[in-house]
């Protein structure tokens, strides 16, 4: 019992020490749609090309016939076709907004 109280004690006082940033910052997104007319298979390839093209190559996957999913480094991204609805939607998340944008920018400019 004394061992877990010290462990507890220990853990509140490590989570006081820590600066309020390191505790409230969360990963940065940054997001965008595009118009589309295409077929959801050609929008699953396209996807899958620009995604690849653009290097997010770790863990890739193509989820469900719509979702286009991968990272790279710290960052991921996805891309996600809605053809029935006319649109391409692309999203990624990492630790620096800037860089967040300029690749999410990058990938809807090659789509």
């Known amino acids: 019992m004394t061992n877990k109280l010290i462990y507890a004690a220990a853990a509140v ?3 006081a020490a820590m600066p309020a ?3 409230i910052a969360g990963p940065s997104m940054s997001s965008a749609w595009l118009a589309i007319t295409i077929d959801q298979d050609a929008c699953v390839k396209k996807g899958s090309a620009t995604m690849k ?3 997010f190559r770790t863990r890739f996957e193509v989820l469900g016939n719509s979702s286009i999913y991968g990272e790279l480094g710290e960052y991921t ?3 996600r076709c ?3 609805k006319g649109i391409a939607y ?3 998340s990492g630790p620096k907004g800037d860089t967040c944008s300029k690749h999410m920018n990058a990938m809807r400019d090659d789509f």
């Open 13 to 15: 006082l490590l989570a």
């Open 21 to 23: 940033s390191t505790v």
């Open 53 to 55: 093209g653009q290097n």
């Open 77 to 79: 991204a996805l891309i």
């Open 82 to 84: 809605a053809s029935e």
């Open 90 to 92: 692309f999203v990624v």
